[in-house]
Nanobody, 124 residues
Framework: VQLQASGGGLVQTGGSLRLSCAAS????????VGWFRQAPGKEREFVAA???????YYADSVKGRFTISRDNAKNTVYLQMNSLKPGDTAVYYC???????????????????WGQGTLVTVSS
């Protein structure tokens, strides 16, 4: 599976962006897909994930502002980001795996495939 993240850009505080993670390869619908982000000088952190059955998970910092969804017919996972803050500035990565368990969706080690990242910059 190859993943390609897109949709990043520059937005003002309070604005919105929608990121896309397009996957190539078969059996995409069986994958858990997660979004992670990494700000300069910081470790990569979990943002959101969606399992093959549609269950969703969010970091506390984005709950109520971000929504993850998937369109299996298009082999694409989306991250709708609303009410953006300067603290959301980071490179956003999507990742996929067939072996993620619910209790470990936030762990980078559970994901086998990673996209190249897309930069989100939120200006104050």
């Amino acid at each position: 599976v190859q993943l390609q993240a897109s949709g990043g850009g520059l937005v003002q505080t309070g604005g919105s962006l929608r990121l896309s993670c397009a996957a190539s390869g078969r059996a995409f619908s069986s994958y858990t897909v997660g979004w992670f982000r990494q700000a300069p000088g910081k470790e990569r952190e979990f943002v959101a994930a969606i399992r093959r059955g549609g269950s969703t998970y969010y970091a506390d910092s984005v709950k109520g502002r971000f929504t993850i969804s998937r369109d299996n017919a298009k082999n694409t996972v989306y991250l709708q980001m609303n009410s953006l803050k300067p603290g959301d500035t980071a490179v956003y990565y999507c990742a996929g795996s067939q072996r993620v368990i619910a209790s470990a969706v936030a762990s980078t080690s559970m994901y086998d495939y990673w996209g190249q990242g897309t930069l989100v910059t939120v200006s104050s």
